[in-house]
């Protein structure tokens, strides 16, 4: 005779246990999960014989087929290395200048700096390398440091304003505002001529405004506003700002500038990664 309490609601005996008036059916588990539960576990003790998996204390287990995933991985590179048919070794010994006259060169390093951007410099330049506010964008034709493959091999180089590197381009602009160099009227003034420049909304060419350009920012950007590559002043004449087109936007930085920092990336990444990533950054479309 049958001891089990059969449940009234149900018609399922239940375990006996009870927890605060909640006791518990006795449902067994199908009999199909079960047997992969235990097909499961048949799997792990032989995948552990075979394979490398229980630690100890100077390694590991090496499994009874000798399989390695690190010897799989030097394979893999060797390989790779293999296929590459020495083109590494070319785009080291050779300028970077001459390597966009050779096409197999330029591809191999176009490549090799398309990875290259996608994880050291699309964080700042974005995965289209289009830039944003206070991030140049690399696929027009506005360079603040020049566009030719060797400037922009050498701001690769040597970075912008990283003190690090002896050789980093280096500029910076006055604070007209925040060091009382210029008084608020005149800030409003040369803000406005400039503005002028590229015909921005506001924008007011003034006989003040033109002298108070020429005195105090014409030494960068040129006469004209044409900018000037050499100490990194951008042109002022057309529609492409780093921080935003906008009389007030030019207002602020005229008052107290922002200044960007870009790393030199030789002394972390090597030359001949350097001279990959000025082969594909130069192909963008922008380079001159």
């Not at 000798?66 to 060797?78: E, K, N």
């Amino acid at each position: 005779m049958s001891t089990k309490e059969v449940d009234d609601v149900t018609g399922v005996e239940t375990t006996g246990h009870e927890w605060d008036g909640i006791k518990e059916l006795n449902t067994p588990l199908p009999r199909w999960w079960l047997w992969t539960f235990y097909g499961c576990i048949v799997f792990a003790l032989g995948y552990s014989i075979a394979y490398p998996a229980w630690p100890m204390i100077t390694g590991a287990t090496t499994g009874v087929l000798g399989y390695s995933s690190r010897a799989d991985f030097d394979t893999d590179v060797a390989a790779a290395k293999a296929a590459q048919g020495g083109l590494t070794e070319k785009v080291a010994a050779t300028p970077v200048a001459d390597i966009v006259k050779d096409a197999d060169l330029t591809r191999f390093a176009t490549a090799g700096g398309k990875s290259l951007f996608k994880v050291y410099c699309t964080q700042c330049h974005g995965t289209g390398a289009t830039g944003g506010v206070g991030y140049p964008n690399l696929n027009d034709d506005d360079w603040l440091w020049g566009g030719s493959i060797d400037q922009i091999y050498a701001t690769i180089t040597h970075g912008s304003r990283w003190m690090a590197d002896a050789d980093t381009h280096y500029n910076i602009m006055p604070n007209f505002g925040a060091d009382a160099l210029l008084e608020p009227a005149q800030i409003d003034a040369v803000a406005k001529q400039v503005a002028s420049l590229s015909g921005i909304e506001g924008g007011v060419a003034t006989p003040e405004g033109q002298q108070l350009f020429t005195d105090n920012c014409a030494a960068c950007h040129g006469d004209t506003g044409a900018g000037n590559p050499e100490l990194g002043g951008p042109s002022l004449t057309d529609k492409i700002w780093l921080y935003q087109g906008t009389l007030d936007s030019i207002k602020a930085q005229i008052q107290q500038p922002r200044h960007g920092v870009m790393p030199a990336w030789a002394s972390r990444l090597g030359d001949t990664a350097v001279k990959e990533l000025a082969v594909y950054v130069h192909g963008l479309g922008g380079g001159q």
